[in-house]
T-cell receptor
Framework: GQNIDQPTEMTATEGAIVQINCTYQ??????LFWYQQHAGEAPTFLSY??LDGLEEKGRFSSFLSRSKGYSYLLLKELQMKDSASYLC??????????WGAGTKLIIKP | NAGVTQTPKFRVLKTGQSMTLLCAQD?????MYWYRQDPGMGLRLIHY???????AKGEVPDGYNVSRLKKQNFLLGLESAAPSQTSVYFC?????????????????FGSGTQLSVL
């Protein structure tokens, strides 16, 4: 079966760095997405990786290892507004999105 | 820009009642989707549409119907609501089709509808 695993909840300190991991098992693979979702709001797109390696966008970076079925989202210089859920989604061979349950990130001052 | 607009934001139904959720997008996107989001689970696709006048079933279509009479609108209907349909519903749109190689990877989501069925 197809499956996405990510931690349910993580806590980090303002100004610090946090890494949110995601492992996936899909029938084929056509890319890995990260979305941010603040409580009570809609998910918003953060990143898309289809090749191995690190993609950096300001304070956020996303890494992919296709051979390991693994991705992580790295958030630097954490701010209180980064408190949100982070959703990992993998696209399978039929270009269907398989979504993880999300990681709730709590930022403490 | 309005983007993707969903109405209503909240709704409470009794078991057996019917309702329609409306989604409108102003980005001229071909593809539109309805998802449900439940605690502890990933987003699950209910139905989707790859263009005006077309609809297709997603992962969890039972108990729902959809219509796409106009390109900008995608309606989700519940004919006879059940408590198991208590959820947060999100509409989304994109310029690519799930099932074809994406040319634009992003999904744009509406703000969601919290539905409770008693």
């Amino acid at each position: 079966g197809q499956n996405i695993d990510q931690p349910t909840e993580m806590t980090a300190t303002e100004g610090a760095i946090v890494q949110i991991n995601c492992t996936y098992q899909t029938s084929g693979f056509n890319g890995l997405f990260w979305y941010q979702q603040h409580a009570g709001e809609a998910p918003t797109f953060l990143s898309y990786n289809v090749l191995d390696g690190l993609e950096e966008k300001g304070r956020f970076s996303s890494f992919l290892s296709r051979s390991k079925g693994y991705s992580y989202l790295l958030l630097k210089e954490l701010q209180m507004k980064d408190s949100a859920s982070y959703l990992c989604a993998a696209m399978d061979s039929n270009y269907q999105l398989i979504w993880g349950a999300g990681t709730k990130l709590i930022i403490k001052p | 820009n309005a983007g993707v607009t969903q109405t209503p934001k909240f709704r409470v139904l009794k078991t057996g009642q019917s309702m329609t959720l409306l989604c409108a997008q102003d980005m001229n996107h071909e593809y539109m989707y309805w998802y449900r989001q439940d605690p502890g689970m990933g987003l699950r696709l209910i139905h989707y549409s790859v263009g005006e006048g077309t609809t297709a079933k997603g992962e969890v279509p039972d108990g729902y119907n959809v219509s796409r009479l106009k390109k900008q609108n995608f309606l989700l209907g519940l004919e006879s609501a059940a408590p198991s349909q208590t959820s947060v519903y999100f509409c989304a749109s994109s310029s690519y089709r799930q099932g074809e190689r994406p040319t634009n990877e992003k999904l744009f989501f509406g703000s969601g509808t919290q539905l409770s069925v008693l």
